[in-house]
């Protein structure tokens, strides 16, 4: 079983940037594809990032290209997004998300085994 607890969201004003973090308890993080979703109210959740279990392959939504990296620490059991040059229309809950390596695909939600609760992120004009 792993736990996952999202920090570092907030309010922010549009060009700014945040560190959110997923810090992962349980067995065999290091194992674990990662990935951030996020889900702004009406619509479906979206496919943030996500890193591999190595952290040698990263992937980004396209709307984050450029302005987001995701890494790991696996030491830390730890996940982070820094986001960067934030926008309105960031504003959502995102979610930390794990699963099981399934060596081709990671923007797919039902793919992930273990989820967060979320935490606010709010983009200000």
């Known amino acids: 079983q792993v736990q996952l607890v999202e920090s570092g969201g907030g309010l922010v004003q549009a060009g700014g940037s945040l560190r959110l973090s997923c810090a992962a308890s349980?067995?065999?993080?290091?194992?674990?594809?990662m990935c951030w979703f996020r889900q702004a109210p009406g619509k479906e959740r979206e496919f943030v990032a996500a890193i591999t279990w190595s952290g040698g392959n990263t992937y980004y939504g396209d709307s984050m290209k450029g302005r987001f990296t995701i890494s790991r620490d696996n030491a830390k059991n730890t996940v982070y997004l820094q986001m960067n040059s934030l926008k309105p229309e960031d504003t959502a809950v995102y979610y930390c998300?794990?699963?099981?390596?399934?060596?081709?695909?990671?923007?797919?939600?039902?793919?992930?085994?273990?989820w967060g609760q979320g935490t606010q992120v709010t983009v200000s004009s």
């Open positions: 349980g067995r065999t993080f290091s194992s674990y594809d």
């Open positions: 998300a794990a699963k099981r390596p399934s060596g081709w695909r990671f923007n797919v939600p039902d793919d992930y085994n273990y």
